[in-house]
């Protein structure tokens, strides 16, 4: 249930995905960031399209080339205090590939400390969040 008196932001992400050679299941793309892992999004800018957001967004946590959109996901919504106030984020999420093998570098100042590929099954047992499960179970489907 949200709070009517959360701020309202909206946000973006990716779920980047791979098939390993030979293999029918999916490696998720994860981040691991103040003491959970994550999937790469953010907040969106002004003028921009929650496509860009999500595109921009991945490529700067994971430091990456631009991802390219598959299709929607869907959508997550958690509350939070920032500022002595609730923040309440909408985010839209989009599948995505990375167009060629990359090394990662994670975005520290993000307080990033890992990127890693996760196999699809790891990755909603590690995900640090019951919306990112979700969000995943709705990838797999």
């Given at each position: ?12 992400g990716g779920i980047v995905f791979k098939y390993p050679d030979g293999s ?83 975005e520290e100042k993000e307080g990033i400390e890992k990127v890693e590929w ?18 995943l179970a709705k990838f797999s489907q």
């Amino acid at each position: 249930m949200s709070n009517p008196e959360a701020k309202p932001v909206k946000a973006a992400g990716g779920i980047v995905f791979k098939y390993p050679d030979g293999s029918t299941m999916p490696e998720v793309l994860m981040i691991y960031r103040n003491g959970y892992w994550d999937l790469p999004k953010g907040k969106l800018e002004k003028g921009e399209s929650l496509e860009m957001c999500a595109v921009r967004e991945v490529s700067e946590e994971v430091g990456s080339s631009l991802p390219a959109l598959v299709s929607e996901v869907g959508t997550t919504y958690h509350e939070y205090p920032e500022k002595g106030k609730v923040v309440g984020k909408t985010t839209w999420w989009y599948s995505m590939i990375l167009t060629r093998q990359e090394e990662f570098i994670p975005e520290e100042k993000e307080g990033i400390e890992k990127v890693e590929w996760v196999p699809f099954q790891k990755a909603i047992d590690r995900a640090g969040f019951d919306n990112l499960r979700e969000i995943l179970a709705k990838f797999s489907q």
